[in-house]
T-cell receptor, first 114, second 113 residues
Framework: AQSVTQLDSQVPVFEEAPVELRCNYSSSVSVYLFWYVQYPNQGLQLLLK??????LVKGINGFEAEFNKSQTSFHLRKPSVHISDTAEYFCAVSEPGGYQKVTFGIGTKLQVIP | EAGVTQSPTHLIKTRGQQVTLRCSPISGHTSVYWYQQALGLGLQFLLW???????NRGNFPPRFSGRQFPNYSSELNVNALELEDSALYLC????????????FGPGTRLTVT
């Protein structure tokens, strides 16, 4: 069975500083990986995804993530955060196959400090 | 293209009552997922419907049930409400066999008193 661990429940960071949100997964087969963002009082929105190919994935709003198979990680990074990046971020994993469900991590709250 | 819609946006119920939440997927999406987001617990997978059939179910008691209609919209029913059912219920849709991305609605906030 697949699982996702988000290592930090909350990450405070000053505006314009870099940030890394950590995500580790476990699965017995190859995986597809996702990062979603949830702004206050809204549903989730896809930031980026890794299905295959280049291990460095670029997403919306200046975010990127790197798939590391040996470390089973998919950490999310942004070189310079903005106040508007304050939100909760969810890492998710799915195994290939039509009826494989997506498993979400517990979420990391990013608080950008002015 | 219209996104995933959910109704109602907010709901207050009393312990023991029953509730029905509704979700309309993006046009052309056949799969609908339901999640519970309770405070501090992240997203907990509830149910997955595709082409009118239940494809997968999370670790929730049978009083959580649902269905999917021929137009792919879906209902989530919760019977015998308990205080711990208070949560944001999120619906997501997906175009199965085409993409693994799920598109989320804004959610229904359920408060049980």
């Amino acid at each position: 069975a697949q699982s996702v661990t988000q290592l930090d429940s909350q990450v405070p960071v000053f505006e314009e500083a870099p940030v890394e949100l950590r995500c580790n997964y476990s699965s017995s087969v190859s995986v597809y990986l996702f990062w979603y963002v949830q702004y206050p009082n809204q549903g989730l929105q896809l930031l980026l995804k890794y299905l295959s190919g280049s291990t460095l994935v670029k997403g919306i709003n200046g975010f990127e993530a790197e798939f590391n198979k040996s470390q089973t990680s998919f950490h999310l990074r942004k070189p310079s955060v903005h106040i508007s990046d304050t939100a909760e971020y969810f890492c998710a994993v799915s195994e290939p196959g039509g009826y494989q469900k997506v498993t979400f991590g517990i979420g990391t709250k990013l608080q950008v400090i002015p | 293209e219209a996104g995933v819609t959910q109704s109602p946006t907010h709901l207050i119920k009393t312990r023991g009552q029953q509730v029905t939440l509704r979700c309309s997927p993006i046009s052309g999406h056949t799969s609908v997922y339901w999640y519970q987001q309770a405070l501090g617990l992240g997203l907990q997978f509830l149910l997955w419907y595709d082409e009118g059939e239940e494809r997968n179910r999370g670790n929730f008691p049978p009083r959580f049930s649902g269905r999917q209609f021929p137009n792919y919209s879906s209902e989530l029913n919760v019977n015998a409400l308990e205080l711990e059912d208070s949560a944001l219920y999120l619906c997501a849709s997906r175009k199965l066999q085409v993409t693994y991305e799920q598109y989320f609605g804004p959610g229904t906030r359920l408060t049980v008193t």
